[in-house]
């Protein structure tokens, strides 16, 4: 049975290293950073043209010239915030958002209700026997 576990914990590792971005960390970035994720949030995925066009249309306090987008997107990327999918002219990017973490509460809270019914069990069987 602990096959079972030691892969679990596995796939959660792997889930911890895949990255991805979160709300948090979108709030720290910088202003045209932000700008664009926001951007690519909303439209789910754009490709390399749509996404220029698009920031060419950003009010000029947070646009980005062609270098700093490819500088951007780079950055992004190697962050692993970004996806980018395709080749050539078919390049489009994603926003990778990290996965939500599950809950403790409901760990904790099985956890507890097991003790509680062992020390229960255990206090009758001392009953039983006394």
Known sequence: MAG???RLQGELDDRKREGGISALDLADLPAPLRKLM???LREVEMS???LVKAVAE???DVRLDQSELEQALETLRNKNWLIRRGVGEKVSY???LRRKAGSEFAANL???LDDKIARQKNSTDQEKSG
């Open 110 to 112: 099985w956890s507890s």
């Open 94 to 96: 994603k926003v990778n």
């Open 4 to 6: 079972v576990f030691d």
């Open 48 to 50: 390399y043209q749509d």
């Open 58 to 60: 950003m009010p000029e």
């Open 38 to 40: 926001r951007l690519l």
